[in-house]
């Protein structure tokens, strides 16, 4: 005959067992709803960069400006406060993805197929040497550095992709 305490350990142990498939399926789930969270903030921040403004604005910095220096981008943005503006939503969007991939918010490799792995190496190459010259104006090394990070990760994982030398103008469609 089965006595009680037998009954009751083989109550336990299923108990325990229970407790165990439990607690894997809620690790499990909350590792999917992670995944899915960062392919959602991926999504919905590369859907941003790709709004008509930002894109008026990214093309603008790439086809038609050539400054080299701080003094020369100054000197141009005090004549158009425009191009002050258009500097700053394109180099604080930058920024800002580059906070999201160090912070690991959202999946690097994701968000740069999403945008190409060209957006971040091309506005670099643009904004480093004004950055530079501010880093050191203002004795503040971490300025721009998460835009620097965003172009640090496509270089190391898209170093085949290279930013065209010399003026990136439009060439006319015929």
């Known amino acids: ?3 009680f305490q037998d009954v009751q350990t083989a109550y336990y142990m299923v108990a325990a067992t229970g407790v165990l498939v439990a607690a894997a399926f809620y690790i499990m789930n909350l590792s999917l709803v992670q995944k899915k969270m960062k392919i959602d903030a991926t999504i919905l921040y590369g859907n ?3 709004e008509k403004q930002k894109i008026r604005d990214w093309r603008h910095i790439m086809f038609e400006t ?8 100054d000197k141009i943005s005090r004549q158009n406060p425009e191009e002050y503006a258009i500097f700053m939503n394109i180099g604080n969007s ?3 993805l580059g906070l999201l ?3 690991k918010i959202v999946d690097p490799e994701m968000l740069l197929t999403i945008l190409g792995p060209i957006w971040p190496k091309v506005m670099w190459a643009k904004f480093a040497p004004i950055i530079k010259d501010q880093r050191k104006l203002w004795n503040d090394p ?3 550095y ?3 990070c965003l172009y640090n990760e496509a270089e190391r994982m898209f170093p085949d992709v290279k930013v065209p030398s010399g003026r990136y103008r439009l060439r006319e469609v015929e």
């Open 101 to 103: 991939v160090h912070e």
């Open 94 to 96: 930058m920024n800002q």
């Open 146 to 148: 998460y835009g620097e």
């Open 66 to 73: 050539d400054y080299t220096s701080l003094e020369e981008f």
């Open 48 to 50: 941003l960069i790709g």
């Open 142 to 144: 971490r300025w721009g």
């Open 1 to 3: 005959m089965v006595s």
